[in-house]
């Protein structure tokens, strides 16, 4: 009789329930987040068990990891997609740990991709850098708002680059001012180094990877992009057609139709926000940088508003980059824009 397990895992704690062909719990009980408790645990059912299921948003790696080391067969659920009960009046953790045990006894537990543990800490680097960069950036514009507070002018990018001492001095006379924007042009200074250092680490694994050579030959994507799209689509033979990329890339529209009208809309946020970055950053790199993007794109925008055409644009590249990580070759313009 097969054996199906399933651990509804917490910050601290997970419940883990194992139920036979027919239902019936055979175990279920709370235990802390300690990987031999939880192997302990299994090891009863371990000859008969079909899988193990591991709901959790963000905890996972350590549990997944050490279930694979040891021979289980674990299944990250996608807990977005998984079914809720109709008309259940009470459910708590235990209900749900028997819930998707069942989903997976009866084979319709939508799961998610464990990404290979070898190649998952260089793509968390990669999003490392994302971060950082974002508190840089934000940095810049705290600045840039304080100097043109304080003398009308606006300052741009470049020149806060190359501020001296003393065109500060100048500006911020006030020395309670001053210290709230030296300590932030210090922070600032401190994180472009870190994320030199994250860039050049993170770079060094990928430096002869043949699928990023064939995405980096797409106008305007570069290496720290082309990376991270890489890294983040993984083995690209676990999507089963382009237009299942594309919705991962969130680059599909999420609504429900029902005789011609909008009845409402899915799960937007479905798919992997980081890929939805890189394909619009290398959307606005295309039109910057390739002709034929450029026009496709205005005509585009001419019939619709600019997000929607850039959003096409980010679609089209996210489609060609598929069949480039998928069958290698270069970018061909021509062929997609005509």
């Known amino acids: 009789m097969s054996l199906y397990a399933a651990i509804d895992l917490h910050s601290n704690n997970g419940v883990l329930s194992v139920i036979d062909d027919e239902d019936r719990v055979r175990y279920e009980r709370r235990l802390p987040n300690e990987l031999p408790a939880v192997l302990q645990a299994l ?74 543990r070898e190649q998952r800490a260089v793509r968390d680097l990669f999003r490392q850098r994302m971060r950082l960069v974002q508190q840089s950036t934000r940095l810049i514009h705290s600045v840039q708002c304080a100097w043109s507070r304080r003398s009308g002018d606006r300052l741009a990018a470049e020149a806060f680059r190359h501020l001296r001492e003393a065109q500060l001095d100048a500006v911020f006379t006030d020395s309670m001012e001053r210290l709230a924007v030296s300590s932030q042009m210090a922070v600032w200074k401190v994180l472009r180094q870190q994320i030199a250092r994250v860039e050049k680490a993170a770079l060094s694994q990928l430096k002869d990877s043949p699928t990023l050579a064939a995405v980096r030959t797409v106008d305007g994507i570069g290496e720290v992009l082309g990376g991270t799209i890489v890294l983040e689509t993984g083995p690209i033979e676990r999507f089963a057609s382009v237009g299942d990329y594309a919705s991962y890339c969130r680059m599909v529209e999420s609504k429900r139709l029902s005789n011609g009208k909008l009845k409402g809309r899915g799960n937007v946020r479905c798919g992997n926000r980081f890929l939805a970055w890189a394909y619009m950053e290398a959307a606005n790199f295309a039109i910057r940088y390739n002709d034929a993007a450029s026009r496709w794109y205005q005509r585009k925008q001419a019939r619709h508003s600019l997000v929607l055409a850039r959003k096409a644009l980010a679609h089209k590249l996210a489609r060609t980059c598929y069949f480039l990580m998928r069958d290698g070759g270069r970018f061909d313009a021509q062929r997609l824009f005509g």
């Open 43 to 116: 090891e009863p059912f371990r000859e008969d068990l079909a899988g193990v299921a591991v709901e959790s948003t963000y905890n996972w790696y350590w549990l997944v990891d050490g279930l694979i080391e040891h021979g289980h067969r674990p299944r990250l659920v996608n807990t977005a997609a998984v079914p809720q009960y109709e008309g259940l009046k009470f459910g708590n953790d235990h209900s749900d740990a028997r819930h998707l045990a069942r989903l997976m006894r009866l084979g319709i537990l939508p799961v998610g991709f464990i990404y290979p």
